[in-house]
């Protein structure tokens, strides 16, 4: 599996190769409680189809009249507005005076897509600058995982970043780990998975995750973890987990767990003082890892965890009863 910006921009590709004439619409600007945010990406076909969304399905359908109804669009880029009146926001489904804006592109062969797709595919982060005058467009290497907007827009330039800008390790390559990276890939994630057994790497395959076999705390030190970066160690082997935490909790990385129950934990946590771990890094352990949602089974599980990933990589705060031991202490 991969993104949905990466799905929109090969669905739009290829139908480009086919000879399809192909609008793209981003979201730029949001007031209220718009349905998605700046960055995200819509592709209509000439024929209507389309892939991607920038609303809950009345926008969509207006553009697709339009399109219907006068023919193809001028090839310039230009900028459309929803939900000026309350009137408009009503129809397309916008809270009362909300605005939506949206940048049109005609694609073409200028439209730098091959280049854009085949960097994210191999796991690099890029950023599109569209020149709104020319409809001319240029790719920049984002060399870092970078912080800041996904899409900026000036009314002379739109610039969005495309592909992944966060990163997650996970250690071990058992079943949950296949789980946990197939929804994080999803969610523009560069995911690697360490685990130094071969027993565990053997018949591996899921295509956009890096798989290496070092020792994990040695795979930590060498990812140089920072604020955009995970660590969620899945083995349950202390020789595996135990020196890759201590290592991932003196980082700034944002969100460090390991699963187990809470007895497990709780002897984990006692382990990791043995080594001088203080008391500071051990409040960022999350362990038992992901929220409480009460589910038993591997793709729940990984549901539960890259739930919590969210939440903290949008700085939410995570109500304690919705953790996974606080939840289950309340169960009994």
Not at 107 to 114: G, K
Request: charged share 25%; proline share 6%; glycine share 10%.
């Amino acid at each position: 599996m991969h993104s949905v910006d990466r799905e929109v921009l090969e669905t739009a590709s290829r139908w480009l190769s086919q000879g399809r004439g192909v609008q793209l619409y981003t979201v730029v600007t949001t007031w209220g409680s718009s349905p998605r945010p700046p960055g995200a990406m819509l592709a209509i076909r000439d024929d209507g189809r389309l892939v991607g969304s920038v609303s809950g399905g009345c926008i969509e359908d207006d553009l697709i009249d339009r399109l219907r109804r006068d023919g193809p669009p001028n090839p310039h880029p230009e900028l459309v507005e929803y939900g000026v009146s309350a009137d408009e926001a009503h129809r397309f489904g916008l809270p009362c005076g909300g605005t939506m804006r949206l940048v049109r592109e005609t694609l073409s062969s200028a439209s730098a897509l091959p280049g854009l797709i085949e960097a994210m595919c191999n796991g690099r982060a890029m950023r599109r600058v569209l020149d709104m005058a020319t409809g001319s467009v240029t790719l920049t290497p984002l060399a870092e995982h970078l912080d800041g907007d996904a899409c900026m827009f000036d009314g002379e330039r739109l610039v969005t970043s495309h592909g992944p800008t966060w990163r997650l390790l996970l250690i071990g390559a058992g079943q949950l780990t296949q789980y946990v990276a197939n929804i994080a890939l999803t969610l523009d994630y560069a995911v690697t998975v360490c685990d130094p057994r071969e027993e565990y790497r053997e018949g591996w395959q899921m295509p956009g995750v890096t798989l290496v076999r070092t020792m994990p705390d040695d795979t930590v030190i060498g990812m140089r973890p920072d604020a955009r970066m995970a660590v969620v160690a899945l083995t349950h082997d202390p020789k595996l987990d135990d020196l890759a935490l201590m290592e991932a909790l003196m980082s700034p990385a944002f969100y460090v767990g390991a699963i187990g129950s809470r007895v497990n934990n709780d002897k984990r946590r006692e382990r990791l003082r043995l080594f001088g771990v203080t008391e500071a890094a051990l409040s960022r352990l999350r362990g038992p890892v992901g929220l409480h949602l009460g589910g038993r089974t591997p793709p729940e599980i990984a549901v539960s965890i890259v739930a919590e990933l969210t939440a903290r990589r949008h700085r939410l705060p995570v109500m304690s009863l919705m953790d996974v031991q606080a939840g289950k202490a309340l169960a009994g």
